[in-house]
């Protein structure tokens, strides 16, 4: 069964810390990896996209990677706001007829004064 | 561009009456959309995929005739809630794609429906 399994489940961090949550996948064969940016009783917004090949992606303060060969991802957030509190979601999409997309659980990160 | 509507934004029943959710894709034609319920501290979870004139299909363990789902348009998709229940109070969120040969999903701001 394809999974994506999120880590850590939430975090606290301080107005202008930075932080790093990880993703790591077992869907294949491999299309592409979004992170998501929901907040609290909205949508997912795409923060990022990366295929196979790319190893980095950056959307101003905040860096996906990717290591297609260990199946890890991880995005970096830079002198945090408080506007970044929301949850982060890792989604990977398989190479399969219809494109079925798998989610992770998601990051709850507060970003706290 | 790629905008995805939902209507209403919130909604609160009484247990036993139906409820109609609509998705709406502003400023492109989408041929699928798709489902998702999403509970507190849980990811999305996928209901059905909605192709445009055709009958939705449905995940496993979600039932047909309880949850229906109408895709008339390109532009237009609903989810029916029937004979709601308190176990059917989640926020339930859609999304819209373009085609199947891309697996971009534009996300809609989804609807929290509560039943009483």
């Known amino acids: 069964k394809n999974q994506v399994e999120q880590s850590p489940q939430s975090l606290i961090i301080l107005e202008g810390k930075n932080c790093t949550l990880q993703?790591?996948?077992?869907?294949?064969?491999?299309?592409?990896l979004r992170w998501y940016k929901q907040d609290t009783g909205r949508g997912p917004v795409s923060l990022t996209i990366m295929t196979f090949s790319e190893n980095t992606k950056s959307n101003g303060r905040y860096t996906a990677t990717l290591d297609a060969d260990t199946k890890q991802s991880s995005l970096h957030i830079t002198a945090s706001q408080l506007s970044d509190s929301a949850s982060y979601i890792c989604?990977?999409?398989?190479?399969?007829?219809?494109?079925?997309?798998?989610f992770g659980a998601g990051t709850t990160v507060t970003v706290r004064a | 561009g790629a905008v995805v509507s939902q209507h209403p934004s919130w909604v609160i029943c009484k247990s036993g009456t139906s409820v109609k959710i609509e998705c709406r894709s502003l400023d492109f034609q989408a041929t699928t959309m798709f489902w998702y319920r999403q509970f507190p501290k849980q990811s999305l979870m996928l209901m059905a995929t909605?192709?445009?004139?055709?009958?939705?299909?449905?995940e496993q363990g979600v039932e047909k005739d309880k949850f229906l789902i109408n895709h008339a348009s390109l532009t237009l998709s609903t989810l029916t809630v029937t004979s709601a229940h308190p176990e059917d109070s989640s926020f339930y969120i859609c999304?819209?794609?373009?085609?199947?040969?891309?697996?971009?999903?534009?996300f809609g701001p989804g609807t929290r429906l509560t039943v009483l």
């Open positions: 999304s819209a794609r373009v085609n199947r040969a891309t697996d971009t999903q534009y």
């Open positions: 909605s192709n445009e004139g055709s009958k939705a299909t449905y």
């Open positions: 989604v990977v999409s398989a190479v399969v007829s219809d494109y079925k997309l798998s």
């Open positions: 993703c790591n996948y077992t869907v294949s064969p491999f299309s592409n």
